[in-house]
């Protein structure tokens, strides 16, 4: 099961109160989680997470959420699911990715200033969502970086393991894609997920910069996050389109939640996906079902009203929808 570590300051501030160890234990059962240890000098808390199936609670942000949905009985607005128009950036996706890690997600985030706590939740989600969701990085990897860098459009190709040179994270001095595999801890970690390919994904922008090596490392120049930034791109490359989007998805409502503006990108395949040839991310891949209110019944074995059913899961996030006997209901763009 998920373990993370979230701190109480940080947690009352996404909850927009004051909250004490006390409260925090007893809201735990609403995310499934449980307390293990509580540091009162640092205010840290390790909490262990019971729902392999939400991905979306295993961080700070999430947890937050959740508890503010229960306690205000409604969920938050995310206007940049059903905003229209077409993004000012995309990334050009080239042929033969299908073959290698066929699919990318993104998005911009602004206006939110970047504080030490905020950088190391993030990192940890990220670590979580793709070693935990994404199989240790094979299905799902997230890197990020420094916008303001960055000129676009940015592509996702294939080059030879010789051909691109950068400086990644962690060294001081440009290797080959090849010599990060071999030599690069990273590389050398996760270097079998692209065991047997002759050309390997790189993501570089309109002048050439270097942004990645996915899955493995993100280049040094911009792919290291400070704290104090406040311009940020959110990426997310893999092999199960539906599992990248909702990384993508869990990290756009994240950085929402702490106060960004979110802009979504157009990605530009020269392939169709389950999603189309251009899919504007983050996507909501939500659809609605229509739910009776005798089968509720039958399944809990006690009579309810459609108002009561309906209050109940606007609590947890979904969009509901009712009639007497019925229930249209649809999940919220962050769970899946």
């Not at 074995?301 to 609590?315: F, I």
Request: aromatic share 8%; proline share 6%.
């Amino acid at each position: 099961m998920p373990t993370i570590s979230i701190f109480q300051h940080d947690l009352s501030h996404l909850l927009g109160r004051k909250v004490n160890t006390t409260q925090i234990e007893e809201w735990m059962p609403l995310v499934k989680g449980e307390i293990k240890d509580v540091s009162q000098e640092s205010g840290e808390i390790r909490v262990e997470l019971q729902d392999t199936n939400r991905p979306d609670l295993w961080c700070v942000e999430g947890i937050a959420r959740q508890i503010r949905s229960v306690l205000q009985g409604s969920q938050a607005a995310y206007p940049y699911y059903t905003s229209r128009g077409h993004p000012k950036r995309r990334i050009q996706v080239l042929q033969g990715m299908e073959t290698v890690r066929p699919f990318v997600a993104a998005c911009a985030a602004s206006g939110y200033e970047m504080t030490e706590v905020a950088l190391e939740q993030c990192i940890q989600t990220q670590e979580k969502l793709a070693d935990t969701f994404g199989r240790k990085r094979e299905t799902v990897s997230i890197g990020l970086y420094r916008l303001a860098s960055i000129k676009f459009p940015v592509t996702y190709g294939l080059v030879k393991p010789q051909e691109a040179r950068f400086t990644p994270l962690g060294f001081d001095e440009k290797m080959t894609l090849q010599e990060i595999l071999t030599l690069h801890p990273k590389g050398m970690e996760y270097a079998g997920i692209l065991a047997g390919h002759d050309r390997l994904p790189l993501l570089w922008d309109a002048e050439g910069q270097v942004l990645s090596f996915p899955p493995i490392i993100n280049s040094r120049e911009l792919g290291e996050v400070k704290v104090g930034d406040t311009e940020l791109l959110v990426e997310v490359t893999g092999t199960d389109l539906t599992m990248v989007v909702l990384a993508l998805n869990i990290f756009a409502t994240n950085l929402a939640d702490r106060g960004a503006t979110i802009q979504p990108l157009d990605i530009v395949y020269p392939y169709d996906t389950p999603f189309g040839s251009t899919v504007k991310t983050p996507l909501d891949m939500g659809q609605s079902h229509r739910i009776s209110l005798h089968a509720i019944e039958q399944a809990l074995g006690m009579p309810l009203e459609a108002g009561t059913v309906s209050q109940t899961l606007t609590a947890y996030g979904y969009q509901v929808k009712t009639t007497r006997q019925s229930l249209s209901v649809r999940i919220p763009p962050y769970r899946n």
